[in-house]
């Protein structure tokens, strides 16, 4: 991935990935980790966050061409799709994790009826649940949904599985393998943690238990 090394200092450097085999960090889903990453961070960075908008860029006119419109799955990829669509100058929504439980009770923000094509973009990739249900929610809605380019991915296989099966093409600027050799390259962590990593990669539900 040749976004992949640039990425991943960034990420490291901005505090967006943190990580910390010896104090895990607990996950939405309850999984321990010893990595934790938040990418709302580069916003606050614009040599970062215009990088992170000019890669998913290329991602997406090497891919997918040029769609109607650029979907956000929210909340973590409403601020970084924007800008991918400002500079597109193509038409923006974005996809709730469910619908609103007053007014008009939407799940796509935005008026989906401005095009036919759809690329999602993602701001991190676990497992793909949620990802998935976002598309899904698009399909429903009627789009042709060409693809999802994405941030970073910790690269389960569940995750690819997940989009295989559900006919989905995913592209990343950065992704786990690359992060922690540049993480070790750039002496962020030791050497030693690598067992520790490899044992939470393997089997990330279960790591600690």
Request: some cysteine; glycine content about 8%; proline content about 5%.
């Amino acid at each position: 991935m040749k976004f992949s090394n640039q990425l991943s200092e960034y990420l490291l450097q901005s505090k967006a990935i943190i990580i910390d085999p010896a104090t895990p960090f607990t996950w939405a889903s309850g999984w321990k980790s010893p990595i934790y990453c938040d990418n709302r961070k580069t916003l606050s960075y614009p040599e970062i966050r215009e990088f992170i908008r000019d890669g998913l860029i290329t991602l997406i006119q090497e891919n997918f061409g040029k769609p109607d419109i650029i979907a956000g799955v929210a909340t973590g990829a409403i601020a970084h799709s924007a800008f991918v669509a400002e500079k597109l100058g193509l038409p923006f929504i974005y996809v709730r994790s469910s619908a609103k439980s007053h007014g008009t009770g939407k799940r796509i923000e935005g008026d989906p009826t401005v095009g036919k094509s759809v690329v999602v973009v993602e701001d991190l990739i676990s497992t793909g649940n949620s990802s998935l249900q976002a598309v899904n929610a698009l399909r429903e809605a009627g789009l042709e949904v060409m693809g999802m380019v994405a941030i970073f991915t910790y690269g389960f296989p569940i995750a690819k599985n997940n989009f295989k099966d559900a006919g989905t093409e995913l592209y990343t600027l950065g992704d786990y393998e690359t992060l922690i050799r540049h993480a070790i390259d750039s002496d962020y962590i030791k050497p030693h943690y690598l067992e520790s990593l490899a044992e939470w990669r393997k089997d990330p539900g279960n790591w600690l238990k």
